[in-house]
Structures are given as C-alpha cells and as structure tokens.
C-alpha cells in the first residue's frame, strides 16, 4: 500500500514539475480575449494548436516515468530471494547485490519452454514434432510483424499478391489458428490437449426455423469446424460465416450431444442460429 501510495505521488509530482509553470496559472488576456473573441480566428487556432503541442509532450513525458516505473518494480519483483550478483553489479547502500535482471529473465525463458516442451511430450506429441512447435511459437510474433509489414507496404491492396497476404495474416491471427494449419489433425488435438484442452462452441439453444434447426443441429452439440476452419468461440463462427458470400453450401463439423464421434452437415451460408 506504501508502494502503490509513493508511486502515485512519484507520477503525480512528476506530472506537476513537467507542467509550465506559465501554464498552470490562468491566462486572463488569452481568456479574456477567447471568451471576447477579439482575437482574429487564426490566432486563436494557432494558440490552441500550441496548447495540443504542449499537452502531448507532456503526455509522452509522462509515459516515460511510467515506462521508468516499471522497470524498476519488474527489477524488483523479478529477483528471487537470497540471490545475489557480482559486486560490480551492486546498487543501494545496504550492499545487498541481486542477479542482473536479463540473467532472470533468460532463466525465466528457459524453464518457460522445458514446461512446454514437457507439456507436449505428456500430451502424447513426438519430441521431433514438440520442438518444431516451440519453434514456431517463438517465431510467431515475428512472422505476424512480417506479413503485417509487407502487406502494409502493398501498393495495390486489391490485387491477388495483396488477398493472399490477408489470407496468411487471418491465419498468423493467433498461434492456435497458425497450428490448425501446420499440424495434422491428430497433432493440433494433442497440442489444444497440452493448452488447456480442446475448445469448440457448445451449442446452449437452438432457434427454431432456422438454417441450425433445419439441419438438425441441437442444444448440447459441439461445432468443430465451418468450412474447414477450425471454431474455438462464436467469435470465430462470426468471422467464417461472414467470409463466406451468400448463395453457397458450407460444409460444417459437429460433434453430437454424448458422442464422441463427429459429423459433417450441410448448411447454407449465412448465420446458423444458435446461441452458444
């Protein structure tokens, strides 16, 4: 609490010092000639375009203390007890040393990875196949910056070069949808398996005369898939019903109430109706 209570007072004092002092005192002549508009109107908008100027900077002022803030307490809270660092790294006046904090972190990294790698390998995977989606895990932020990059600096977005990208980038969307896509089926089971477990929509309620009702879908089954893409929540139902134009059969993957067997229906495009 005397953390949390000195760490507002830190920003807020901050805050105060990076404030002009001209400006933290009425103006009386600029209001005066605002509220009187004897002011031409450019003047005026060129007063208020200083006032932004000067707002920003210090918004990103304090940003910075905030950012500095941070690091301090992830320094902090990131030492384990007991340890400490060479004495070239001491700091303080009590000669209490720690670890420096990127030794932490990269331990932290490790054991980060040995858990998941474990997490595979328990869930059934081959290691050669567990390794390879560590590897793609901890590639996935840059590959999704690097489509991100390329397709921002497309000159014609309407072209095919220009869809494909959007198409791998829906794909980069998250790590779960990228495996769907680069694992088999049997693998992408084992790896939802060692995340947490498998995710699809559980069908609550179905809404009568609708294309759901009229396919027999019922309250208690499980979408697995709209066609073909794999559905974790009705978010992603959303997404996929919206991508496909209307006039058309999508072929949709249930799994029935009690079963564990699955099943393909048909449905035409457009929202199902159901409630999940």
């Known amino acids: ?35 009187q508009n004897e002011r031409p ?3 005026r908008v060129e007063l208020l375009e200083q006032e932004l100027r000067e707002s920003a900077q210090i918004q990103r002022q304090l940003l910075e203390l905030v950012e500095e803030l941070r690091q301090s307490i992830e ?31 990269r331990q932290r990294l490790q054991q980060h990875r040995q858990s998941q790698m474990q997490r595979l390998l328990d869930a059934g995977m081959d290691p050669g196949r567990a390794q390879f989606v560590l590897e793609k895990t901890e590639r996935f932020q840059f590959e999704h910056t690097r489509l991100s990059y390329q397709y921002r600096h497309m000159a014609d977005k309407s072209s095919e070069e220009a869809r494909a990208l959007r198409q791998q980038l829906e794909i980069h969307s998250n790590p779960r949808r990228m495996f769907s896509h680069l694992l088999s089926a049997e693998e992408f089971e084992l790896y939802l398996e060692a995340n947490g477990g498998r995710q699809e929509i559980n ?29 974790f929540h009705m ?5 996929q019903v919206y991508r496909v134009p209307p006039g058309e059969t999508v072929a949709v993957e249930v799994q029935r109430a009690g079963s564990n067997n ?15």
């Not at 978010?235 to 997404?239: M, N, W, Y």
């Open 235 to 239: 978010g992603d139902l959303r997404q």
């Open 203 to 231: 069908i609550n309620r179905v809404v009568p005369d609708t294309p759901a009702q009229n396919a027999g879908l019922r309250a208690g089954d499980r979408i697995i898939s709209y066609n073909g893409e794999r559905i």
């Open 262 to 276: 699955r099943e393909t229906i048909y449905v035409p495009s457009g929202p199902l109706g159901i409630q999940g």
């Open 1 to 35: 609490m005397l953390i949390a209570a000195a760490t507002i007072v830190t920003i807020t004092a901050g805050a105060a010092s990076l404030w002009p002092a001209d400006r933290q005192a009425a103006n009386p002549a600029a209001t005066a000639g605002l509220q």
């Open 41 to 43: 109107l450019r003047e």
């Open 75 to 105: 320094g902090d809270m990131g030492q384990p007890a007991g340890e400490a660092r060479p004495a070239s790294s001491r700091v303080g006046q009590s000669g209490v040393s720690e670890r420096p904090r990127a030794m932490g972190r």
